[in-house]
């Protein structure tokens, strides 16, 4: 009579099948190549993060001048912030779709 109930030997060949999709896993190559692309979008959501500071200052100035928004920034900042949004979407994986400058067009308003 064995002394593995047959809890234990279904526990063992789930425990086979889970090591063998990770060992799938980790060489699946497009999880790798996202991985590089992740890299790159952070390096990009840096820069944004400097050029929407860059953006509020010149507003910040432009309204304290004129009075008002300077329409261009405004748009400019739009479009910024939609680009920042859509990082974060594919960092987090709530997208596949990469952000400009590979898979999507500079966003021209809010998101969709």
Known sequence: MSDETP??????????????LVKENLKRGSTW????????????????????????????????LSGETNKSLENFGQSLATYTYQIIS??????????YPFDLQWPAGPPA
């Open 7 to 20: 809890s234990s030997v279904s526990d063992s060949t789930t425990g086979q099948q889970q090591s063998k």
């Open 33 to 64: 190549l996202r991985l590089f692309f992740m890299f790159v979008v952070v390096i990009l959501y840096s820069v944004s993060r400097v050029v929407v500071s860059v953006v509020v200052l010149f507003q910040f100035f432009w309204v304290l």
């Open 90 to 99: 594919y960092l987090t994986f709530n997208t596949e779709d990469r952000p």
